[in-house]
């Protein structure tokens, strides 16, 4: 048992503060990535409900092909591809060699990847409010602004929020692949402390437990959320 405590020990003799710098690399990922993928998603769901037809065709396009990749692949092509591209825009004018930062890349694949499925949600959500909802609000004098923000709005984010939240937990466990653009996450960190020490069952499993950690107190913070998003229906049921 001190063998096993020793491997988690922080400093030179053992792999906690990497398995903790990596945690916090994986969290960090996360954290970044949903704002992307929330306003894209966002973006992309408006542009499947404008009534131009170029854009509704784009943005299908869009929640497709997302959608339809598997993920490791999508980090593959946005790392390999976009440092390709960006080499032969510089190239236009300059010498230099670019390269693509992997938590940058890491951000954009799992960000397109999420704003796909995320777009679903908020088409859902929208379809969820009744179009006498912005008929009353005329009704009552409200101005456009007024009734996004006091009527919509809150339905909405009560209406997306469960779905969004089970996209979030999902990011949170897409994270791990890309441990294979060599950016040093959790899991990145586990592979290399089962190389080092030929314990895999033993840091696969307390990669498991970090992983579920993330998941327990994710789900805390979405329950808060919920809640305050259904302050007041109560006295509407």
Sequence with gaps: MDEVLGLFSFGAGGWGDELASGALLTV???VATIPFGLVVGMLVALARRSDSKPLRILANIFATVF?????LLTIFIVYYGGQLLLQ???GLVSDARVE??????GVVALGCVFSAYASEVFLGAFRGIQSGQYDAANA???RRFPTIYCVIFPQFVRLALPGVANLWLNLLKDTALVSVIALNDLMRQ????VGATKQPFTFYLAACLIYLAMSIVSS?????IERWSERGTRYMR
């Design 88 to 90: 032969q825009v510089v």
């Design 67 to 71: 959608r339809g990749l598997p993920e």
């Design 220 to 224: 805390f913070g979405i329950t808060a």
């Design 100 to 105: 693509v930062s992997a938590f940058l890349a």
């Design 28 to 30: 960090e990922l996360a």
């Design 190 to 193: 586990t592979y290399v402390a």
């Design 140 to 142: 009552l004098g409200l």
